[in-house]
């Protein structure tokens, strides 16, 4: 369990001949609702990022833009919210 201004680090190799896929789930207290997004899939992620690093919000996961140093580039929840 992650708590506010927690992180969480890991790494793996991208597997180019199949669909590298990793997803997370997350749920603040109280609101008996876990959303989830595709925290790294290969076609949005592998050109762009070998340190992908988001920062996690109510509304959805952002992105940090190295460009830009921020985390601009924000997303939508995937569309299943499961009900605790």
């Known amino acids: 369990m992650l708590r506010y201004d927690d992180s969480f ?7 180019i ?8 789930s ?15 899939t290969w076609h949005r992620d592998y050109e762009r990022c070998s340190n992908c690093q988001w920062i996690v ?9 190295t460009a830009t140093r921020m985390f601009d580039f924000c997303y939508q ?6 009900m605790k």
Do not use: Q
């Open 17 to 24: 001949f199949f669909t590298t896929l990793f997803y997370c």
């Open 9 to 15: 680090h890991f790494g793996f190799r991208p597997n």
């Open 26 to 40: 997350f749920e603040w207290p109280g609101s008996g609702r876990v959303h989830w997004f595709d925290i790294y």
């Open 57 to 65: 919000k109510e509304s959805g996961p952002c992105f940090y833009d």
């Open 77 to 82: 929840w995937n569309r299943v919210s499961l």
